[in-house]
Nanobody
């Protein structure tokens, strides 16, 4: 069955960095565009970054210039490098395809606080 396992979250001070990973299994990873989403308390889940099958990225305005999405098809893994983190980036982060093809994983909590 399909599994999406997010990791790499944690508590970080404003201005800090984190690198999230999403290990995918159960489907042919390389033929799917992938995306990172986040959901803050009391808010709807939002797409923050997407990457095409050949590695072309696209970002939400709120993270553009600070976040970088990448993928390793050989490892069936998608990454999100997050720099210059701010308190408003606090959320649970999830991966999926840009059209939410699969069931959601457990997500990884990112908390930005001093």
């Amino acid at each position: 069955q399909v599994q999406l396992v997010e990791s790499g979250g944690g508590l970080v001070q404003p201005g800090g960095s984190l690198r999230l990973s999403c290990a995918a299994s159960g489907f042919i990873f390389g033929i799917y565009a992938m995306a990172w989403y986040r959901q803050a308390p009391g808010k709807e889940r939002e797409l923050v970054a997407r990457i095409s099958t050949y590695g072309s990225p696209n970002y939400a305005d709120s993270v553009k210039g600070r976040f970088t999405i990448s993928r390793d098809n050989a490892k069936s893994t998608v990454y999100l490098q997050m720099n210059s983190l701010a308190p408003e980036d606090t959320a649970v982060y999830y991966c999926n395809t840009p059209v939410q093809t699969w069931s959601w994983g457990q997500g990884t909590q990112v908390t930005v606080s001093s």
